[in-house]
C-alpha cells in the first residue's frame, strides 16, 4: 500500500494487513460470515458504524487528486530520466506550451543557455525533453519540460531527442511548472504571468499553486501584479531578474495613476530603454513614472560622423556628462566646439520654450 493511501486509509479507519502479514481467517472459522462495511464508514469506540460527513469525503476527494497529480508529475520525471522510447524530433515540428511561463523565446545572452547550447552542440542532447502530442495539429508536439534544451537544439538545427507522452492540459501544466521549480527558477513577473495564464485557461487556483509551488498568499500577490501591470508593458521590460515582488507591486501602483499609461508607452519607444538590459529598462520605465531623474551612471554613447567615423565618446554620470575626443577629431575642433558652446546653449534653450 503506497504512503498516500495508508494516510487516507488511517484518515477514514480502513486500514487493510499488509499482504505479508498473516490473516487469522486461515486459523479460525468464523461461526458467522464476516460483515463488510464499505470503505468510507468510520468505526466509533462502542463499535458502531458510521458514514464520515459530506464535507469529510469531499475534503478526501480534494487531497487525493492533488496527490495523484503530483504523483503523476513525477512519474513523467522518472520515465524521462529513464529515457524510455526516446524518439528524435525535428525541432521545426516543437511548438511551445501554450500556457507561456518566459517573458520571451529568446534566450540570447543568458550565459547559462550559451554554455547549454554550445554543449549540446559539441557533446549532444544528454537529457531528453518531454513532448506531448499537438491537441490540434496532427504531426506536430507541445513542450511539457525541456523548453531551453529545444531552444539550444533549434539555434543549430539539430533533432531534439524526446519522450512523447499523450498529457492532458493539467498534466502539462504540472510538468511545466517542476521544470521551473527544479532547473531554471522563474523571475518574479514571469512567474505572475505564468499564474494568470492558468487561471485564465480555466484552471483553479489549487493546480496553478501546485504548478507554481506557492501558498494562498503568494499566489494573490502574482495575480495582482499581473493585473495592474499590462502585459505589453511587462513583455516591453523582460523578466528583470534582479527585480522582486515589491518593486513590480508600486510599479503596479504608478501605472494606476492619471496619464501614466501614456508616459510609459513613450518610455518603452525611447533608445535609452531600448539599449538597456532587462532590470536597467524596468529602472527607466519605473523612474519615469515616479518622476525621479534616471539613473545613468556609467552611461556611454559613440558619436559617429557621416562618414560613420567616430568623433567621439559622451559619457553620462549622473546630472554630469563627459565628451571624450580622440586625437584626430580633437585636433583644432575642441577649440571650435568650445567657441560656440554658449550659441548651442542659446538654441537649446530657444528650442526648449525657454527653460
Avoid: C
Wanted: hydrophobic share 40%.
Amino acid at each position: 500500500m503506497s504512503k498516500r493511501r495508508k494516510e487516507l486509509a488511517h484518515l477514514f479507519g480502513t486500514a487493510e494487513p499488509a499482504p505479508n502479514e498473516p490473516s487469522n481467517d486461515a486459523a479460525n472459522t468464523p461461526s458467522e460470515p464476516v460483515k463488510t462495511r464499505s470503505p468510507e464508514a468510520l468505526e466509533t469506540k462502542s463499535g458502531a458504524i458510521r458514514m464520515p460527513s459530506g464535507a469529510v469525503r469531499a475534503m478526501g476527494l480534494s487531497l487525493g487528486g492533488l496527490s495523484d497529480a503530483s504523483r503523476r508529475a513525477d512519474e513523467l520525471e522518472k520515465e524521462l530520466a529513464r529515457a524510455e522510447r526516446v524518439h528524435d524530433i525535428d525541432p521545426a515540428l516543437i511548438d511551445p506550451s501554450p500556457w507561456r511561463d518566459r517573458m520571451s523565446d529568446a534566450e540570447d545572452g543568458d550565459p547559462d543557455f550559451d554554455a547549454l547550447a554550445a554543449s549540446i552542440a559539441t557533446v549532444g542532447q544528454q537529457v531528453p525533453v518531454l513532448l506531448r502530442p499537438h491537441p490540434d495539429k496532427p504531426s506536430r508536439y507541445q513542450v511539457a519540460f525541456g523548453h531551453r534544451r529545444v531552444h539550444a537544439a533549434q539555434r543549430h538545427s539539430l533533432s531534439v531527442r524526446a519522450v512523447v507522452k499523450p498529457l492532458d492540459d493539467a498534466e502539462l501544466i504540472l510538468a511545466q511548472g517542476k521544470e521551473n521549480a527544479e532547473r531554471r527558477d522563474l523571475s518574479f513577473i514571469e512567474r505572475a504571468f505564468f499564474a494568470d495564464a492558468i487561471i485564465a485557461a480555466g484552471f483553479d487556483r489549487a493546480t496553478a499553486m501546485q504548478a507554481l509551488g506557492i501558498d494562498k498568499t503568494e499566489m494573490s500577490r502574482l495575480l495582482s501584479v499581473a493585473n495592474t501591470v499590462p502585459r505589453r508593458f511587462a513583455v516591453a521590460i523582460g523578466p528583470a531578474p534582479k527585480v522582486g515582488r515589491p518593486r513590480w507591486m508600486a510599479l503596479g501602483e504608478l501605472l494606476q495613476k492619471k496619464g501614466a499609461i501614456e508616459k510609459a508607452e513613450d518610455e518603452i519607444g525611447r533608445d535609452r530603454f531600448l539599449a538597456a538590459d532587462s532590470d536597467g529598462r524596468f529602472s527607466l520605465l519605473s523612474d519615469r513614472l515616479s518622476g525621479k531623474p534616471a539613473k545613468r551612471k556609467g552611461e556611454a554613447r559613440r558619436i559617429a560622423g557621416p562618414d560613420g567615423l567616430a568623433i567621439g565618446t559622451l559619457s553620462l554620470q549622473g546630472d554630469s556628462a563627459r565628451l571624450a575626443l580622440p586625437g584626430a577629431a580633437a585636433s583644432g575642433f575642441a577649440d571650435y566646439l568650445a567657441e560656440r558652446l554658449p550659441e548651442l546653449v542659446a538654441r537649446f534653450r530657444e528650442e526648449r520654450g525657454g527653460r
